[in-house]
């Protein structure tokens, strides 16, 4: 579904990726953990298309399409979504009104007709007693005043409601409790399939207790330095990742 | 970054969809502006003698006037002597209902989207047409006549109800007030004139829907309303203007009086022409509107959403007369490319027990420049006056200008009075976000926008907040940078 090849991407002259190569297939679900600064979110932010990171090398194929030629509002509706680290407030719109208009976009990108206020609220409901998210929050402001479990659950919500292709979740656990945790959680591997696929970026193993991981990579310096399985995230919990780092650095002084 | 300036080259402007003009026979006064004019105008209207008489005192009055200078905006100087005061379709005879306007007529207002037709309309809305200098339908007006209320153009209000001309003309903005009101006293058009009686509540919306179609002319509207006790009526303002070269200057007069009990909410949704994207052309809308709350516990209302015009300076006040009463104000002024505005309003608190409440969006884009400039006055017997204010500016880009002069002037220690603003940009991250979820960048503009101005269209009746917020997306295409 996903084929990154040899991508390099910079900020402000700086680079940050430096030839990431990833498969992902439908059905799988791949963590990507690491060091802060490893270019985790960078990988997450270049993949949904933000403008600030300027690719300079490489290629990204999602579903036999050129992603990195598209605009972000065209990766979406082509099926990628990305569940941010920091979800930004948009004072005076409601989270109803924002994804009524983010789905019939979707949709007319997709040829289908919009769906009509009716349709659209029992849709609605259905995909709110996944996340346990309550109607008044999402009649309020989209993001604004709410916690964060609030804002992290809202944006599984979202995922919801738009049932992407591939979803990237770019530290969804951080600032979550046990519960919210679990409930995010919940949500996620409750809109698994075998037709969608998972990129799950988090520093920490807890997470993937819960949403258990097909395939483990290990981003340090803007590369993927180890791939694993489940296991390998376990033995990060245990060891920290200075076993890596010295793997990594002193294979490069050789 | 500068992948985003290629983006927003690209995307182009819509046209100003009002922009078209028609040809037709007119009357109209050669240009020049001295007592001959106006005594021509005078009698062309079939105007009474006492009120060609108000007329010319306003004139010898604006004579002895400076034009004022000290507003945030720049615009080159008008010649007062080289444009025309009156321009009016020629029709056969005055037609006595809609049956015998000119067809050509009702057809452009049709263009415009305005149905005159009673048969025709969905919504209980009465429509007085004025294009260029006069009013040429009013539709409902034996409905409501059957009420008490008398809603015609302010022409045949002189002719029919001159008692009531007589009472309230000049009551709210005397002639001497400003340079532009003097002006408009001495050479006014027409506009509309609206009376609601005792304990009458109007069962339809009233609107005035101003339409200049002839170059080179001044328009000069003047628009009473008299709400007496207890009565309560929502008046709606829309007005648009062809595209030309040459900036047309507008300045209207807007009175309203609300007795005891009474309320009246006026909303106008502005749409004249702005200039081209360079700033040529465009309307100088200069407009003077103030209400009086002169009964206890009367309410007056203004919502505005201003688009258009290439400088705007208007300030809808209220005078808090009568003890318990309320004065309102909500806008929203958008300015684009080069326009300029200079907005805001007057609360004068004078009763007991008052209170007022403003809320300002200002929306700043292109290279325009957007100042908001109010007053709240509290007298000194004002006792308990209580005053909301907020004023906030969004800047879209980086060379667009938002400005924000409040005087504030109390004079009375138990008033409270609260003041908040502030000033935000439509942040990357915000419109990432959108796109994100699959929403276009213009449609995540315009939808950031809209929640950001939706307590003032929360304050429009539907049909116009509708308009309102599909005249804000159009305003601001082709502005995100």
């Keep these: ?254 | 970054m500068s992948k985003d300036n290629q983006i927003l080259e690209e995307l182009t402007s819509k046209e100003y969809e009002h922009g078209w003009s028609v040809n037709y026979e007119t009357d109209e006064a050669p240009a020049g502006l001295n007592e001959d004019i106006i005594k021509w105008i005078s009698s062309k209207k079939e105007e009474p003698e006492w009120l060609l008489e108000w007329r010319l005192k306003a004139f010898r009055t604006w004579q002895q006037m400076i034009e004022p200078e000290w507003a945030n905006v720049h615009y080159p100087k008008i010649d007062l002597q080289a444009l025309k005061y009156y321009s009016a379709p020629k029709q056969a005879k005055k037609p006595k209902n809609l049956n015998e306007v000119d067809p050509e007529l009702i057809a452009i207002y049709e263009r415009l989207g305005i149905s005159l037709n009673e048969q025709k309309r969905l919504q209980g809305i009465a429509v007085d047409a004025v294009l260029d200098s006069v009013s040429v339908a009013t539709t409902f007006k034996d409905t409501l006549g059957k009420l008490g209320i008398v809603f015609c153009s302010f022409s045949e209000a002189v002719k029919e109800h001159p008692e009531l001309i007589k009472k309230y003309l000049g009551s709210v903005v005397p002639m001497t007030d400003n340079y532009y009101a003097a002006l408009n006293s001495a050479v006014f058009s027409d506009g509309s004139f609206c009376y609601i009686p005792k304990g009458v509540r109007c069962p339809m919306e009233l609107s005035t829907y101003f339409r200049i179609n002839a170059a080179n002319t001044g328009q000069f509207e003047r628009t009473l309303i008299v709400a007496d006790d207890s009565s309560y009526v929502s008046y709606l303002e829309g007005c648009t203007a062809p595209q030309r070269d040459e900036n047309q200057l507008h300045a209207a007069v807007v009175e309203i009086y609300a007795g005891a009990h009474a309320e009246v909410k006026y909303s106008t949704v502005q749409n004249w022409f702005p200039g081209d994207k360079e700033g040529k052309g465009g309307i100088y809308n200069f407009v003077t509107k103030r209400g009086i709350c002169a009964g206890d516990h009367s309410k007056i209302s203004w919502t505005q959403v201003e688009t258009g015009s290439a400088v705007t300076w208007k300030y809808p006040s209220c005078i808090l007369k009568g003890d318990y009463s309320i004065g309102e104000f909500y806008s929203v002024a958008v300015t684009n490319n080069y326009q300029q505005a200079d907005t805001g309003t007057k609360m004068i608190h004078i009763g007991k027990n008052t209170k007022s409440r403003i809320v300002s969006k200002g929306i700043s884009a292109g290279k325009s420049q957007n100042s908001y400039r109010g007053q709240v006055q509290v007298m000194k017997r004002a006792d308990n006056a209580r005053n909301f204010s907020q004023c906030d500016s969004l800047l879209m880009g980086d060379r667009c200008g938002a400005h924000t002069f409040p005087y504030i002037d109390i004079n009375n220690p138990s008033a409270k009075v609260e003041h908040e603003a502030t000033t935000s940009k439509i942040g990357e991250d915000q419109i990432f976000y959108c796109n994100q979820r699959g929403i276009a960048t213009e449609d995540a503009v315009a939808l950031i926008v809209n929640g950001y101005a939706k307590e003032v269209l929360n304050q429009l009746p539907m049909e116009f907040a509708v308009e309102a917020q599909k005249l804000l997306a159009l305003t601001l295409e082709g502005s995100v940078g």
């Design chain 1, 1 to 254: 579904m996903l084929s990154i090849k040899n991508l390099h991407a910079s900020i402000e002259g700086n680079e940050i990726l430096r030839g990431i190569n990833l498969e992902v297939k439908a059905g799988e679900v791949h963590a990507i953990m690491g060091p802060n600064g490893s270019g985790k979110s960078t990988l997450a932010s270049v993949l949904a298309g933000r403008e600030e990171y300027e690719v300079t090398e490489g290629e990204v194929i999602f579903q036999g399409k050129e992603l990195l030629e598209m605009a972000p509002e065209d990766r979406a509706r082509e099926g990628v979504f990305l569940a941010f680290q920091y979800p930004v407030e948009i004072p005076g719109v409601s989270s109803t009104n924002f994804l009524r208009t983010a789905l019939n976009q979707v949709r007319e990108y997709r040829g289908l007709e919009p769906l009509d206020a009716v349709k659209f609220l029992s849709l609605m409901k259905e995909k709110m007693a996944l996340v346990e998210i309550d109607q008044k929050l999402l009649s309020r402001s989209l993001n604004e005043g709410f916690s964060g479990g609030e804002k992290k659950r809202n944006e599984i919500f979202q995922m919801a409601m738009l049932e992407p292709t591939l979803s990237i979740l770019d530290e969804t656990d951080s600032g979550l409790d046990i519960d919210a945790l679990r409930i995010v959680s919940n949500g996620v591997n409750k809109l698994k399939s075998d037709k969608t696929a998972t990129i799950v970026v988090t520093h920490y193993q807890r997470l993937l207790d819960y949403i258990v991981p097909d395939y483990v990579h290990v981003l340090y310096k803007g590369r993927i330095v180890k791939s694993g399985t489940k296991e390998l995230a376990l033995e990060l919990e245990e060891k920290g990742y200075d076993w890596i780092k010295e793997e990594v650095d002193s294979a490069a002084t050789v």
